[in-house]
Structure formats: C-alpha cells, structure tokens
C-alpha cells in the first residue's frame, strides 16, 4: 500500500508570495496533520483535521491555514511568506488521529523563501 | 503542557553494539502515548515503538525495545546489533487524550552515527 504522499518535493519561493502545499494520506486513513520543522529542532504542529473538521490547531499565525477535502487529501495554505517560515513541512495521516494511534508521516516539503 | 527532553544531541556507537538513546518527559496527564521515530537525511519521519502510558509491558519491535520508567518519567530507545543504515536523527514525542488536540511534541532530537 502507499504511504503518505505530499508534494512538491521543494519549492522555492520570495518573501511576501503565497504557497500551498498538499498531502494525501494512507488509504482508509481519515485524519491528517501538519507540523512545520526547521532546521536543528524536532517537528512543530501546526493542525489537525479529521473528517474535513479542524480538530486542533499549534501557535502558528494566520497566515497559516489548511483544509481537508472529501477523499480526505489536504492542502497546507501559507501567505505572506516570511523568511522564517523556511522549513520542511510534514504531513502526517492516522486513522482517526487518536492519541494513541501512530501518525504516519509523508516525505516532506522544503520550504526555501528568500 | 506537555515537554520532551532529549539530552544527547550526538551520540555514536560500533556496528554491531547496542546503543541507547534518552528521552524524558513532563505531562500532567494520566493517559498519553509516547512514540519514537527516526529521521535520515531524506527527511522522512520513520515510525519505529509505541509505548502506552498503561502499557505494564515494556514495547518491541524487532531490535528496538523501550524502557519505559513510568514514575522517573523516561522512555528510553534500545536499539541492539547497530547497523550502519541506523545512522539517523532519533525523535521521541508524546501524544495526549483529552480535548480535541491530538498532536505530537517532539523533542529536539538525538544525532545517531554507527561507526563501521
């Protein structure tokens, strides 16, 4: 089976553009989040959605958003772009994301604003 | 709130030797969930042990084990017979019940090298 699928791969982008960022998760997965992490430190959580509902959201700006769509494949919205939002961004899916379930997480998108 | 500490920021050990990699904890909660994966250069976070917070059994998969150490508030990656391909960053995270913010915390991570 698939694992989970994000793309693209790298993105290159300039400060003050807009970016979106997409992910797909392990079939018959429901639930899917996204976590920003730069470099040196361990992954940041940015949202959760499951069944196409928020169900939690990490200290980040509004210029961050996301959605879950009905396949439940989900887009990573950022605008404005700041240099400090370079970072790779993870995207990870779960059945119901449960606090006890393991989030299996997609190859990542890096993130380069200059 | 929940924290993860990971105190080695390096560690390097012989193929063949067992290593261990520490992470400790700090949550209120009675019920969470504590995770460990590992990061290669690719960038692909690898799900390796889960460990429940009423699990009375320590957890295992294949040459990964965890020492979990409930009121000390660690839980411990045991890998056995290192292999060059576990040259990698180790995080452990933690996951909690209640509310609905089922999200992962990291910690900062520990830098594996198996030396040949």
């Known amino acids: 089976d698939a694992g989970v699928t994000q793309s693209p791969t790298h993105l290159i982008k300039t400060r003050g553009q807009h970016v979106t960022l997409r992910c797909s998760p392990i079939s018959g997965h429901k639930s899917v989040s996204w976590y920003q992490q730069v470099l040196g430190q361990g992954p940041q959580f940015i949202f959760q959605?499951?069944?196409?509902?928020?169900?939690g959201r990490g200290n980040f700006p509004d210029r961050f958003s996301a959605r879950q769509f009905p396949n439940y494949s989900s887009e990573l919205n950022v605008n404005a772009l700041l240099l400090g939002d370079s970072a790779l961004y993870l995207c990870?899916?779960?059945?119901?994301?449960?606090?006890?379930?393991?989030?299996?997480f997609g190859p990542g998108t890096r993130l380069l604003v200059l | 709130a929940q924290k993860i500490t990971q105190t080695q920021p390096g560690m390097f050990v012989q193929e063949k030797e067992a290593v261990t990699l520490d992470c400790t904890y700090d949550t209120s909660d009675q019920s969470y969930g504590l995770f460990w994966y590992k990061q290669p250069s690719s960038g692909e976070m690898i799900f390796l042990i889960y460990?429940?917070?009423?699990?009375?059994q320590n957890a295992t998969e294949g040459r990964y084990s965890l020492n979990f150490q409930k009121a000390r508030k660690s839980a411990n990656l045991v890998i056995s017979a290192s292999q060059l391909g576990d040259s990698a960053m180790y995080f452990c995270a933690m996951s909690r019940s209640g509310g609905s913010n089922y999200k992962l915390t990291f910690g900062k991570g520990t830098l594996l090298t198996v030396n040949p």
């Open positions: 959605y499951y069944e196409k509902e928020e169900r």
């Open positions: 460990q429940g917070s009423y699990d009375e």
């Open positions: 990870a899916s779960s059945q119901t994301g449960y606090h006890q379930e393991t989030q299996y």
